[in-house]
């Protein structure tokens, strides 16, 4: 038994001052001498006065006392919701502790807990059997019966180990121990995975007369299944398709996963949201992204639960990427060599081979680097635009040599005009102007050009831009409403700086500087490294030759919870031919096998395709973990009050009169009988909870639109998977409500959508008053806007033009406290308060954002009201079966997954305020401290 306010407890303190009251004695009389008084002896008492309290009242008032400070202490008592059990003899206990117990490791050794705690004796004695081989190709094992005290050091190494159990082992030793110890009480707590020993597993385990077979609970929270991560056919297919596949065991309800897609430095390429439907074990994904990037691909993983299973390590190795640097051994020389900073920069980690272009030709190359002046020659170009066509990757520097040759000159023309140009023929992404541009020189108006951030389409997404970066000259591309679609990098006036084109299988880059520090000093900067090696990896392969029978010792292999770790002892190479065919093992764990120039990775998916149910071993059996509760709070308030109703009706009706007192003694009775029948149902049947006071929920206004409600229901159960997945906070089912009806007070955030027939409603607008006064956040979203009210906040042709919303919002919202707006900026609070944006775009993008004025905001600075017109719960809608049903324009998937990222901030910013404000004054805050210290 617990107390829920142990604090009132202290009310107990009383009863020593009650019995002091109740039972003192009264003081001695006084004799006095009045003879007069003789005549009042003889004139009858009707009331004696008592000479002390009766005993049996005052522990009747004792009692009533301390039962009501126990009742308002609430005493709650916590019980299993197992059925008794007990050992009845000494037990066995096996435990699954392979990869698939990993997912619900804690759960399992509560379950554990729960049976040895809850199941015998403290001297009773137990064996324990661990199905997965651990150091020295082990089983860990208490082989001799022992207490509970004397077993816990060896129950404190039971773990998970990241490779499967040897139930053929397990049988071994079960046949050892049934030899010694064959009358045992078999307790097995299962993992739920079929696996090719079982039937010698179970007759082994059929050797002792009782075995119970232990399966956790399966619920729609804790689904008690493990998972997989596989290649339907193999790796090399996913490389070209991006199918891969997800495997669970079947549930009578559906599952929700997501799955992220990492490159190098764990640079997150893409994220797939996955549903699983009742009744099914399989589901194939299939990712949309381009060879190349599929190539660029490293680590495969279900978020939020980190295994080996649901992990899978890419052969990126098996696609090397050979450098050719064109020109000759003199291009190299130190500082002034026209490659020299291109060969410095990928040297490190790239296979680097130098000739001219028939030399290069005649090699398997993945990327050939041009620097300027090596590409005038006509015959040069075909040839090179013929190997791009095929599959290659041509990046080409410009410099004095383009510019003195101009491009019609290279091409042999007279004139070129901006139509007629042909990358095939220019090896150029784009036309160029003849001449370059001048920066900060003295006989040019402008000043040298920082980088401006690279655009999220461009692979060099995510690069951080030295601030010292500057280019003084470049080669200008010729204007064009298709320019936009090549630029990679720009300056910050917008020029290019670097461009791309496709031609044939194969890519061409293009910069608009040399590769030397002459026109800026990009070159001598990390970045440039950095943008070479994206380049690079970005290029189609070249097939790395298999040595077949190469032995590949383990450089590190993934713990239980998918880390990368230094390798045991006890694991073996493995021959380069054997990955793809070899399951993983104790001796085999997966990993990484090899060397720095040859690496293989080894899967669990890479030979296991489907997981299957195992039957029972033995008789079913059940132990939850959760505790049920009885409170006791209301049966002693009610009992204490009924002791002091008796009290009090001795008290005054003693000495007792049925007559005098009929009347009241029916009241008292009456009373009895209403509040004892009602005391059982107010102990039995506990106040109704909403479901938004137990898990923090978001909350759309019904608006009376089926298809509205739909589409805001869905939208916010994607922003809640999406929350629940990239940050700590947890988010239940969003609830739609009617705020002149539903409590308000549990949500921090409310979507109201504006629908054409949305109209003024009084009661609505006060609870909504009240709503924003507490702290609520409102997100009104009127889908569209007025074409007229378009043309003056912003020029984007992908607003949704909806005729007359501004007066629908005016008229829905009147009376609402609405403080004064302003455009949302990227230097406000809510831009950064968990993903840093510079755009906040829903199914739409182009309309404004409207915020209160930091000076106008209550609650502490937190915007009460969010004004837009985007359509953000169309962006995050996600059906019951996992799609999308709305299109996203004009950026696709890349600007769903910023409407996500808003909706993260949106959430992160109703649940914390200002907290990130305050954090950004932090350095002020310090500057002042010092001042005043001084």
Sequence with gaps: MTFLKPLLLMGLAILPIIWYLLYIRPPAARKQIFPAIMLVRLLPLSQQTP?????????????????????????????????????????????????????????????????????????????????????????????????????????????????????????????????????LEVFYLADGLQSADDKIFKEKLHLFSTIHDIRLDN?????????????????????????????????????????????????????????????QSTEEIHIDLPPPILRQIEKISLDNTPTPSSTLLLNRADFYHPV??????????????????????????????????????????????????????????TQLAQWVKNGGMLIRFGGEGLTANAEQNILGDSQLSPGAHNPETTLLPVPLISGS??????????????????????????????????????????????????IWAQLEDGTPLVTHTTLGQGQMVFFHLPATPGWSNLPLSGVFVSMLQRLVGLANGVLQQSHGNAILPPLSILDENANLITPPAFALALAENQFGQTPVSYLHPAGIYGSAAVQKKLNIGDTLKHLEKESLMGQAMRITTSKASTSYASWLIILGGVLLLIDGFIRLFVPFSPKKHAKTLGIFSLFLAIILPLSSTLAATPLPVPPAALETRLAYLLTGDPETDTTSEQGLIGLSHYVNSRTSATLGHPDGVVPEKD???????????????????????????????????????TMGTDAEQAETTSSSIFINFVPHTTATLKNATEGLNIPTLTKLTPNHVLAHTFYLLHNFPGRYTGAPLWVAHDENAGNDGVSPIIIGANSWAQAWAITPEGEKPFSVLPGGEIQRRQAFRFGVNLVIYSLTGNYKADQSHVPELLKRLNNDAR
């Design 51 to 183: 000479y002390k309290s009766s005993l049996w009242r005052l522990f009747l008032r004792c009692i009533a006392v301390t039962l009501l400070v126990l009742g308002f202490a609430e005493p709650v008592v916590f019980h299993q919701n197992n059925k008794e059990f007990a050992f009845h003899k000494t037990a066995l206990i096996v435990i699954d502790n392979g990869w698939a117990s990993i997912h619900d490791w804690q759960k399992r050794k509560e379950t554990l807990n729960t049976l040895l705690n809850k199941g015998l004796a403290e001297q009773q004695k137990i064996l324990l059997l661990a199905t997965a081989p651990t150091e020295g190709n082990t089983l860990l094992n208490i082989a001799t019966p022992q207490t509970i005290p004397e077993s816990q050091p060896i129950l404190n190494l039971l773990h998970p180990e990241p490779w499967p159990t040897e139930r053929k082992m397990a049988a071994e030793a079960l046949e050892k121990i049934h030899a010694h110890y064959p009358d």
């Design 219 to 279: 619920t729609v929270l804790e689904p008690a299944s493990p998972f997989l991560l596989y290649f339907p056919q193999n790796e090399k297919d996913f490389f070209t398709t991006g199918r891969i596949g997800l495997s669970v065991i079947a549930a009578a309800f559906p599952r929700h996963f997501s799955i992220s897609f990492q490159g190098a430095n764990a640079h997150n390429f893409t994220t797939k949201t996955v549903i699983i439907p009742p009744g």
């Design 743 to 781: 409590d308000l007070a549990f949500y921090p955030l409310l979507y109201w959508p504006i629908t054409p027939q949305a109209k003024t409603n009084p009661a609505r607008i006060a609870a909504l008053n009240r709503f924003i006064s507490h702290g609520g956040i409102i997100l009104i979203d």
């Design 324 to 381: 050719g640097l064109l020109g000759e051994h003199a291009s190299q020389t130190p500082f002034v060599g026209s490659l020299y900073y291109v060969q410095k920069a990928l040297l490190p980690y790239a296979d680097l081979h130098t000739g001219n272009l028939t030399q290069l030709l005649n090699q398997k190359l993945s990327v050939i680097i041009a620097p300027d002046g090596s590409l005038n020659s006509a015959e040069t170009r």
């Design 437 to 486: 541009r001048q920066l900060g020189s003295g006989m040019s108006w402008g000043k040298p050009q920082k980088l401006a951030a690279f655009n999220p389409h461009s692979p060099f997404a995510g690069l951080p831009i030295p601030t010292d970066i500057t280019v003084s000259r470049q080669i200008l591309a010729e204007p064009s409403s298709s320019l936009t679609a090549h």
